[in-house]
């Protein structure tokens, strides 16, 4: 299999469906392709599907950027717990750990802050999956991998099909289709940490309904986690012309986990399990509804439409969101700063940041194949609207009382594309403009006091291919990217409007696609992000470093490679250089103008150096493969201190290697063992400074096994 193409599995691919401006784009870059038509038949084991891919079975020699997927294989053999483990197989992409479960991201592209995975566009089928990517980005909850058949990754001038984000790139989840003949499969899992991951599958006909229930500790003490997370899918044809496909998806989290990381005293003296903050508790639930309808014109036109809603709900009950926040009194912080064991109970505080978000919106994509290539254009109505409160408890396990914060954000956001892929003999060109239109309001419902704003932006875009012949593909493009400020810092709770702009830059890749033998393939790129303007955010908690926005320079090389050898030896290679990162001008508080770090210094969390490879044999109902993760040093702060300082919360963290290593065996074509060992040799290595040290998960030893009917 291929590196840069999904696994066959015996699943035919509807032909792509281009969507408005996506289509432009994607001529050249040829990043969206929804499945095509004609009826959800039948095609192998699985049903076809109406449903947006941004990359799409055998579209790269088309595709004018970088683009890689990690298809349902590579997911399912090397046992990855969370989508981090997931997308540290793809060159350029940065994955930081939180709190081991991998439930609240922090993906970043190509050297830009992965924080809460802020700077990129998250999809699952083509559909948002941040429940607010307009108006406050932040990931807070994910899904499990588990759900997903495959991962798309890509970057470049293709990203303006989707958005807002369209600077890093567009990581998007693509579900399994339901099975053509009645049948699933059980799955169970067991392991050290208390790990429990029960998965049920059962489909036919058009439905497929999948359970899954993970839980287990995190990478530090009182880190207990438990997620419940159900879906249906169901995929029908409504006439010759005309699919539809109908999903559902039920989410809950119950887990016990402090925002709060150690300071340098506490993992000196406690060790990096070292954690409190018992009381603390993280409380979710997510309903979530798409639509996805296709229309077929006949000669290869197809509009395809996907409408969406979903109710994102979260508590968060805590006694400290830093290390040194004060929440427990002066005497409480000296403890945690000498690296005394603090006991929780004793502290009569508890903030509740309570937070419910709704997001809808529909999105019509129109592909018309013509004589010269592919047009393509689509439009898009989104709508978030953002309830928060902050509740103040005055004992240490209180879930009530006062009401200190209550904001009601509303983003309304309008956007389009229109692309053209010009076929030339062995070029393709494929020009693209976005457009977006974004509205916000906020309200503080305690002074009854709001503001509001907005702004426009128009991103062009061009990407190019030469295929000189079926093996190779060299590609490039550029395009201005774009990202919107969150509402909270554009509107300030007096109602103030605050002068933050957008982040602007400018985007150039130049890479290279090939297959030199048929059992190796390579993908290569050199990328360049200028940022006219970048937002960052020293501290996502406690304000300890304000906004600010300055002018930055992101350069580097990322390099791919898979190969299969004829006698069962695999590998794979994932490496990012970027040896540029540096404030071009020294970044600036918004609210006051006092400089923030100094020009030529590095850029908070980007490592010079990551690598993930692996070897592995597979033989007969036999496979199993060794991987190692590495990633280079890197600052945390603007003003690149070093070392680590005593709250924990600025420094320069050391370089980490983890190793990981899977098993599996297939009994019959039934029943599937398997064995999977995280962090082999208990690597005790630091990942996060944003709030205090927070570490990597620990030794983890997993066995399970799937029955299929």
């Known amino acids: 299999m291929s590196l840069f193409s999904p696994s066959q599995n015996h699943v035919r691919r509807i032909a792509p469906v281009c969507i408005a401006p996506v289509c432009l784009a994607l001529g050249l870059i040829a990043p969206w392709t ?16 109406p449903q947006v891919t941004v990359i799409g079975r055998d579209k790269l020699p088309e595709l004018g950027g970088a ?71 932040a990931s807070y909850y994910h899904p499990p991998i588990d759900r997903y058949r495959s991962v798309e990754v890509l970057k470049g001038a293709s990203s303006l099909l989707f958005g807002p984000q369209t600077i890093g790139g567009v990581i998007n989840y693509v579900t399994p289709n339901p099975p053509v003949e009645f049948g699933g499969y059980i799955q169970g899992t067991l392991g050290n940490r208390d790990y429990v991951n029960g998965r049920v599958s059962i489909g036919g006909n058009g439905f497929l309904l999948d359970y899954t229930r993970k839980q287990g500790n995190g990478a530090r003490d009182n880190l207990e986690h438990a997620i419940d ?86 508590d968060w009950w805590r006694q400290a969101s830093n290390s040194q926040d004060g929440q427990c009194g002066g005497a409480f912080s000296a403890n945690r700063l000498a690296g005394n064991v603090v006991n929780p109970d004793t502290c009569n505080s508890v903030q509740g940041r309570l937070r419910s978000y709704t997001t809808y919106g529909i999105e019509p994509r129109l592909t018309v194949p013509h004589r010269l290539g592919e047009f393509q254009a689509g439009l898009k109505a989104h709508f978030e609207e953002q309830d928060r409160q902050q509740v103040n408890g005055t004992s240490p396990t209180a879930r009530g009382g006062t009401l200190v914060e209550n904001n009601r954000r509303q983003t309304d956001a309008y956007s389009g594309f229109v692309a053209n892929r010009f076929a030339l003999g062995q070029f393709g060109v494929t020009p693209i403009v976005r457009y977006e239109s974004i509205s916000v309001d906020r309200t503080n419902r305690l002074t009854s006091v709001s503001g ?89 908690a406690g304000g300890n470093t304000p ?135 208990d690597e005790v290595y630091i990942v996060d400074l944003t709030r205090g040290i927070q570490v990597g998960m620990p030794r983890l030893v997993q066995v399970g096994m799937r029955y299929g009917f």
């Open 229 to 314: 997370d159900f879906n249906l899918k169901y995929v029908t044809s409504l006439t010759a012309t005309q699919a539809l496909t109908l999903r559902a998806n039920v989410y809950q989290e119950d887990s016990t986990v402090t925002y709060s990381g150690l300071t340098r005293a506490e993992f000196n003296r406690q060790g990096s399990l070292y954690n409190p903050f018992k009381n603390d508790k993280f409380d979710t639930d997510r309903l979530g509804l798409s639509a996805t309808h296709e229309y077929d014109f006949g000669a290869g036109a197809t509009l395809l439409t996907n409408v969406y809603y979903s109710k994102f709900d979260r």
């Open 34 to 49: 929804p499945a095509r038509s004609n009826l959800p038949a039948a095609a192998g084991t699985e049903m076809t599907a």
């Open 547 to 681: 906004l600010s926005q300055g002018k930055a320079l992101f350069e580097g090389l990322e390099l791919g490679a898979q190969a299969a050898f004829a006698n069962g030896m695999f590998g794979r290679l994932a490496y990012t250089w970027l040896p540029t990162a540096e404030q071009t001008e020294a970044f600036r508080n918004v609210a006051s103008g006092a400089i923030i770090g100094k020009v030529g210094n590095r850029q908070p969390y980007t490592p010079e150096n990551t690598l993930t490879a692996s070897v592995g044999y597979e033989s007969s109902g036999f496979r199993g493969e060794v991987e190692a993760q590495y990633v280079g040093t890197q600052f945390t702060d603007f003003a690149n201190t070093n070392p680590i300082s005593a709250d924990g919360q600025r420094g320069k963290i050391d370089a980490y290697a983890v190793w990981n290593a899977a098993l599996n065996y297939r009994f019959d074509k039934s029943v599937t063992g398997f064995l999977a060992l995280k962090n082999i040799t």
């Open 67 to 137: 683009g890689q997927i990690i298809g349902p294989k590579e997911l399912e053999t090397s046992r990855v717990l969370t989508a981090n483990e997931a997308l540290r197989k793809v060159p350029g992409v940065n994955v930081r750990d939180e709190e081991g479960f991998g439930l609240r991201p922090n993906i970043g592209i190509r050297g830009l802050n992965p924080t809460r995975s802020t700077k990129i566009t998250l999809l699952e089928d083509g559909i948002p999956l941040a429940y607010a990517p307009y108006g406050d980005n």
């Open 452 to 540: 509001s704003t907005s702004l426009t932006r128009t991103m062009p875009g061009v990407g190019a291919t030469w295929n000189p012949n079926a093996d190779l593909t060299v590609f490039s493009s550029l395009h201005k990217g774009f990202a919107p400020p969150r509402v909270e810092d554009l509107i300030g709770s007096n109602g103030t409007v605050t002068e933050v702009d957008p982040e602007k830059s400018t985007n150039f890749e130049f890479g290279v696609r090939t297959a030199p033998a048929p059992w190796v393939s390579i993908q290569a790129a050199y990328f360049r992000t200028d940022f006219d303007n970048l937002i960052a955010v020293g501290s996502i």
